[in-house]
């Protein structure tokens, strides 16, 4: 079984390592900057590496195929539409360069995705959390189901 490893993280947005986007806070939803406790590149390969191992791929080094990630962008906001409840959106667009070991040839993967996730009425800040793990689900499902990285992954 090919193992692989995600050797590297590169956080290529124009915002701080820690920003994540805004949330709308108290009763006027004033937009407040959202931070990780960690730099996004080290939650992007953790949460990346937890998903991937759930897809039944193995995280290990040395590694057969080596990964670098590169992020372009990674943002999570807020929307409300009149009455409707408030939703948390994340929107991430990623570059992952797959290299396999040895003479094998190299490829680039390019994703972007969105994921929205419903809050409340009154609120959405609480799923802020579950928006960016959403997303980054989406992430690893379109690089895992492409047909040059899985024939990578066999190989």
């Known amino acids: 079984r090919v193992k692989q490893c995600i050797t590297r993280v590169e956080d290529k947005r124009k915002v701080p390592e820690y920003w994540v986007g805004t949330a709308g806070t108290g009763m006027r939803n004033k937009p407040t900057p959202v931070e990780l406790e960690r730099p996004v590149a080290a939650v992007v390969k953790s949460q990346m590496e937890t998903e991937m191992e759930a897809r039944g791929l193995k995280i290990r080094t040395p590694a057969d195929v080596n990964l670098t990630v590169k992020v372009q962008e990674l943002e ?16 991430a667009t990623m570059e992952v360069d797959i290299q396999p070991k040895g003479d094998k040839q190299k490829f680039i993967w ?13 609120d959405t800040t609480n799923a802020t959390a579950s928006t960016l793990a959403g997303c980054l689900n989406l992430i690893v499902e379109k690089l895992v189901t492409n047909n ?5 992954m066999t190989r």
């Not at 390019?110 to 009154?122: A, M, P």
């Open 76 to 91: 999570v906001s807020e929307t409300r539409s009149g009455l409707a409840p408030e939703s948390s959106i994340c929107n």
């Open 110 to 122: 390019k994703g972007t995705v969105s994921f929205q996730n419903r809050g409340t009425l009154i």
């Open 148 to 152: 040059e990285f899985k024939e990578t």
